[in-house]
């Protein structure tokens, strides 16, 4: 589990991409299970909401979802991972 810092933190970089990627809830939760992620739909916005903690490997999958979508449109990916936040 990160601090409530590190949350808040994954929680504001995911929610910034996705605004900038142009990426609705339900175009990343199927990039979401592309990348690895098991979670049901209502799971990832509870994640993505904090009614839920985000745990590093959920982050990650989200973040390479955001990045996929991203090359998708010509763009690089910039999402960083739980590692480059500072998560450990």
Known sequence: MSSP???ALM???LGG????A???ADDLWRGYVTAGGSELPGVVDDLL???QALEPDQYDCLAQAINDHAVGLGQSGAVPYF???GGS
């Open 83 to 85: 590692h480059q936040l």
């Open 22 to 24: 142009g990426l609705g």
């Open 17 to 20: 991409a996705m605004q900038g």
């Open 5 to 7: 810092q590190l949350q």
């Open 49 to 51: 909401a904090g009614r």
């Open 11 to 13: 929680r504001q970089t």
